[in-house]
């Protein structure tokens, strides 16, 4: 089974950039690798998805290594609404199944 | 226009009790999941069928049977329900099968508590 590790919790404060990496080991050849934002009280909610190098849309990029083992959300001047547990989603190389990370718990201070 | 609906949104009752949440989606996907998010935070998936097909089945005691009457429903029994089932539920559903690759949305989650 995929392994996907995150840090637990991250603080930052208002306008600075937040960087949240995710290892996965055994991910599957030709899976995406796709992170989602969870608010309190509401369910994940799609933010980005890469394959390899970097992607970059209206609220995070995503950097992914060659290896592609790994992969670090960037989160560009962040405010008190990014505030939320991020998570990373791979599926497994052996048997596809689909491995969400612990959840890093992002806390952003004024 | 709501995409993914769970109902109820909460659901209390004690142990022993077998109960029913239901979920439906309007986007026209393949693809539904149940998910068991712990007080952890942690995000496990339970069950996927793909056009009504059972696709996943993880480890889930049988007290847990889902049904999906047609595509755009996947429903979750629950019985004799036990003190560690409480959890918050979550359905979710994708244009097709069950990759990272394809983006899922989520529902607003049940939360069950069992008493």
């Known amino acids: 089974l995929a392994k996907t590790t995150q840090p637990i919790s991250m603080d930052s404060y208002e306008g600075q950039e937040v960087n949240i990496t995710c290892s996965h080991n055994?991910?599957?050849?030709?899976?995406?690798i796709t992170w989602y934002q969870q608010f309190p009280s509401q369910g994940p909610r799609f933010i980005i998805q890469?394959?390899?190098t970097k992607v970059t849309n209206e609220v995070a990029s995503l950097f992914i290594p060659a290896d592609r083992k790994s992969s670090t959300l960037s989160l560009p001047r962040v405010s008190l609404s990014d505030t939320a547990v991020y998570y990373c989603l791979v599926g497994d190389s052996d048997d596809y199944k689909l491995s969400f990370g612990a959840g890093t718990t992002v806390t952003v201070r004024a | 226009d709501t995409a993914v609906s769970q109902t109820p949104k909460y659901l209390v009752t004690q142990m022993g009790n077998d109960k029913s949440i239901k979920c439906e989606q309007n986007l026209g996907h393949d693809t539904m999941y149940w998910y068991k998010q712990d007080s952890k935070k942690f995000l496990k998936i339970m069950f996927s069928?793909?056009?009504?097909?059972?696709?996943i089945n993880e480890t889930v005691p049988n007290r847990f049977s889902p049904k999906s009457p047609d595509k755009a429903h996947l429903n979750l029994h629950i019985n004799s329900l036990e003190l560690g089932d409480s959890a918050v539920y979550f359905c979710?559903?994708?244009?097709?099968?069950?990759?990272?690759?394809?983006?899922?949305?989520f529902g607003p989650g049940t939360r069950l508590t069992v008493t």
């Open positions: 890469g394959y390899k």
């Open positions: 055994n991910i599957a050849t030709n899976d995406y």
């Open positions: 979710a559903s994708s244009i097709q099968g069950v990759r990272s690759s394809y983006e899922q949305y």
């Open positions: 069928y793909n056009n009504k097909e059972l696709i």
